[in-house]
């Protein structure tokens, strides 16, 4: 089957990663749906730029899976590891209500009492590991 298809990044900084808290109350990694034939690191760069004004550099691919946004409803997702481009202050879009900078040896399926779901707490832990590089 083909699934619809977001690219999302798993932002660290030291020893912190940026999650973002979307309408269904969930946290959420930055990213989105490629433009068609949008290579996937240009999408990444230009999707995390637009939901919250920080420029990334993407590194390695570090997990795919499919996520059950909704029941019967999935999403192929695709996740690589980035660092920040420059330092800034967050800028969030319409599409996320919160932004937080999370120690990643603090994270659980649970973060300020909102789910993490598991597939981005994978992915999170394999770019903790990875060093980045394409």
Known sequence: ????????GVVVHGARVLLLLNERDEWDLPGGRP????????????EVLEETGLAVEVGALVDEHLFEVLPQRFVRIVAYACTLGTEG????????????????????????????????LGA???AACQPLSP
Do not use: C, F
């Open 1 to 8: 089957m083909n699934y619809p298809l977001s690219i999302k």
């Open 35 to 46: 433009d068609p034939g949008e290579d996937h690191r240009a999408a990444l760069v230009r």
């Open 89 to 120: 202050t967050i800028a969030l879009s319409h599409e996320h209500h919160e932004a937080s900078w999370v120690e990643i040896a603090t994270l659980g399926e649970r973060v300020a009492g909102r789910l993490l779901p598991a597939g981005y």
């Open 124 to 126: 999170i832990r394999q």
